[in-house]
């Protein structure tokens, strides 16, 4: 229902939505201490909280761990990072999840030796948001310093709160995509895969032995 709203109730619907996470909100309101450079919330604790109170889950149900993106170029040393996660470990002490602080601005440096794909560099952290494997999880959340939330969302909203899977491929390999999607229709069976775009790929015929 709340796919159909216009966009300004959607975002009023998003903030309620997420917010009934209380683990969410606690990350967002621990990370806004931190004071990273273009920081959010971002990814799976987002949709995945929206896919759980749309299908009448627990709002937290199967959300393994959050997100923390920020971008600072200035610094591309693994130490510098590092000194970074290394505050994040003190600043969510307690939670009941797993927060995980990447800079973006060294993706670039990592990505093709993970993932056998080339990564330009991102010039900020909305751009690495926008180069997800499905556009569904191009969404990031922060608080500003006088307490609105930043959303940003290229993609809208429509998708997430309709329970649709899209490809978005513009950087992360299809068996990524179709990996992710198939991992999350196997928790959300109400989820619509909707298909990498183009042929399918020869598949070798199955050995009889």
Known sequence: MFGRLPLDEQLDALRSVLTQNEVLTDVLARTATLALPGWYVTAGCLFQTVWNVVTGLDPADGIKDYDVFYFDGGDLSWEAEDAVIRAGREAFAGLPAEVEIRNEARVHLWYERKFGVRCPPHESTEAAIDRFAATTCCLGVRLEPDGRWRVYAPHGLSDVFNLVVRPNPVLAPREVYEAKAAR??????????????????????????
Do not use: D, I, M, N
């Open 184 to 209: 999350w229709k196997g928790e959300w069976p109400q989820l619509t895969v909707l298909p990498w775009p183009g042929p399918e790929p020869v598949r070798a015929a199955a050995s009889p032995y």
